[in-house]
């Protein structure tokens, strides 16, 4: 496989991602962005802990949908994320979803 053919694959498969997120974004209550990944949930519990003089948080959804372009599922019951980077969420306002 070609450099160009796999520039190529990688951007079809992005295009299929986004396109899957517009489908299902309105599922869904929080958007969800740590330093990994990009979530979608309808459940989010965040807890901010310390440890050997570190702070990091940790973070459980359910409900979730996971932007990643190599998951054959995105759709997953629940996720832990351990992370020492600041998390983002945000409460999606149902009414002002509208995707082209």
Known sequence: MSAQELENYESDLELQLFREYRDVVSLFTYVVET????YLANQVDLQVRSGGGEVFYELRLADVWVWDIYRSNRFVRS????TFKDVNIE???KQDISLP
Not at 79 to 82: A, E, N, S, T
């Open 35 to 38: 330093e990994r990944r990009f």
């Open 79 to 82: 996720v832990r994320v351990v």
């Open 91 to 93: 409460e999606l306002n």
